[in-house]
């Protein structure tokens, strides 16, 4: 009984052709798929950098009610402005965020230079939602304050910080209601 030898009447490899059309299918299907992966990452960032301030609002929120003091977060916007905070514009804080408190209504915040370890109302160091998501803007900066009871000091208002990306990635707002709650829109 004889054995064929298949190697010698079949040829190695692929023909022009057939490595043409492979490679047309390959780039038909990159050329579909890419943009869809390329979308899905930008809105991962706005959804992660969303799910992180709103999680800093309730640290911000539950910090008030432990300590029995006044807490807030201030959220510069991406051209260093946050509203109702006291603070002037701070280009180089664009994008930035932190947590700080206070004794009393009468009591003042920490200034911005202020850090953690410089002064114990600081409760967090700044934050760059800018530079830990690429492409996400903190486009409309806010400063959420709550009392010792965990609810917003001077709104009857829900507050809003809106962070969105240039792009697929869209906008989130995150909103905080009179009595403390965040919520992602």
């Known amino acids: ?38 979308g899905g990452i930008q809105r991962r960032g706005v ?23 006044q807490v807030r977060l201030v959220a510069f916007d991406q051209t260093g402005a946050a509203p109702n905070s006291g603070y002037t514009t701070e280009p180089n804080r664009a994008n930035q965020y932190r947590i700080e408190m206070r004794a009393g209504a009468t009591a003042t915040w920490p200034s911005l230079t202020d850090t953690p370890a410089s002064n114990a ?21 806010n400063t959420v304050a709550f009392n010792s009871q965990g609810f917003l000091t001077g709104s009857g208002t829900p507050l809003n910080i809106t ?12 909103q905080t209601n009179p009595i403390g709650k965040a919520s992602i829109l």
Request: glycine fraction near 12%.
């Open 163 to 174: 962070v969105t990306m240039v792009g697929p990635g869209g906008t989130k707002s995150v």
């Open 1 to 38: 009984m004889r054995l064929l030898n298949v190697s010698r009447t079949r040829p190695r490899g692929m023909s022009i052709l057939e490595l043409s059309i492979a490679m047309a299918i390959v780039a038909s299907l990159s050329s579909i798929a890419i943009p869809g992966i390329l």
């Open 121 to 141: 109302n600081v409760l967090t160091p700044w934050k760059d939602l800018g530079g830990s998501y690429r492409g996400v803007n903190v486009t409309a900066g």
């Open 47 to 69: 959804d992660g950098a969303s799910r992180r301030l709103a999680e800093d609002i309730r640290l911000a929120q539950s910090s008030a009610i432990t300590r029995g003091m």
